[in-house]
């Protein structure tokens, strides 16, 4: 069984640009900002992985930091940024957990995208990734992230297979969901093909009431906490699949 993210990178791209819109997440974003009246110009990507957010990003004319603990995923995201060497001034990536890292510098804007907060399966992990983001935070800076919600998980994942291709490879998405301890546990079965390879990778992810999210948010010092239905402006609701969190300093 292979650590997530790491056999699957290669092919991380080309099955992640069929199913997310990444521009009109991006969008989104800064429109978030422009809500908040915020304006930021240096932007933490946390669990930037191959890169897709970061260089929509980095195209717009801001500044990145992205920070994955994937040195898979950060090699494609390596690669990629070669052939833009306008941006690659303009980019830092630290291979790093987004619960333990540093900055040499404070940021405006942090920011986490497709449920990457899920993976942290504690209260403890997530209370350590948010103190940093606010440390790291300038004052008045926005924290914006995604998160997949219990109901998403528990009744649409639930212990559903799903069979996914992209060009190179075919998938099963299995999944087993723990009502108890609300974690989502993928099993993820790739077979190459025109090949006999194949591996499986083990992924997890936990959901949270709103409410906890909420209270650490204010644990760490986060006074203005907004969360909203996924792309919208709408009040999240306890049947959103996806939730959108926004947290000022």
Wanted: hydrophobic residues 40%; aromatic residues 16%.
């Amino acid at each position: 069984m292979e650590k997530p993210f790491s056999k699957f990178a290669p092919f991380y791209d080309e099955f992640m640009l069929k199913l997310v819109n990444y521009d009109a997440w991006v969008e989104y974003l800064i429109d978030i900002w422009s809500f908040f009246n915020v304006k930021p110009k240096i932007i933490l990507d946390l669990a930037c992985g191959t890169g897709i957010p970061s260089i929509i990003l980095l195209k717009k004319g801001y500044q990145v930091i992205g920070i994955d603990k994937s040195k898979e995923m950060l090699n494609i995201f390596k690669k990629k940024i070669n052939n833009y060497p306008d941006l690659k001034k303009n980019l830092t990536i630290i291979e790093s957990d987004i619960t333990n890292f540093n900055l040499n510098i404070q940021v405006d804007a942090a920011v986490s995208f497709y449920d990457s907060i899920n993976y942290l399966l504690n209260e403890d992990e997530i209370e350590r990734c948010f103190s940093l983001i606010y440390k790291f935070l300038k004052e008045k800076g926005i924290f914006s992230f995604d998160m997949n919600t219990i109901f998403v998980l528990e009744k649409f994942w639930a212990n559903n297979k799903f069979i996914r291709e992209s060009e190179n490879l075919k998938t099963i998405w299995e999944n087993k969901f723990d009502k108890k301890l609300k974690i989502s546990t993928l099993y993820l079965k790739c077979y190459l093909k025109n090949s006999n390879e194949s591996f499986t990778e083990f992924h997890q992810e936990r959901g949270y009431e709103y409410k906890t999210i909420v209270k650490i948010l204010k644990k760490v010092g986060f006074k203005k906490i907004k969360i909203f239905q996924h792309l919208t402006f709408l009040p999240a609701r306890r049947d959103s699949l996806r939730v959108m969190f926004v947290a000022l300093k």
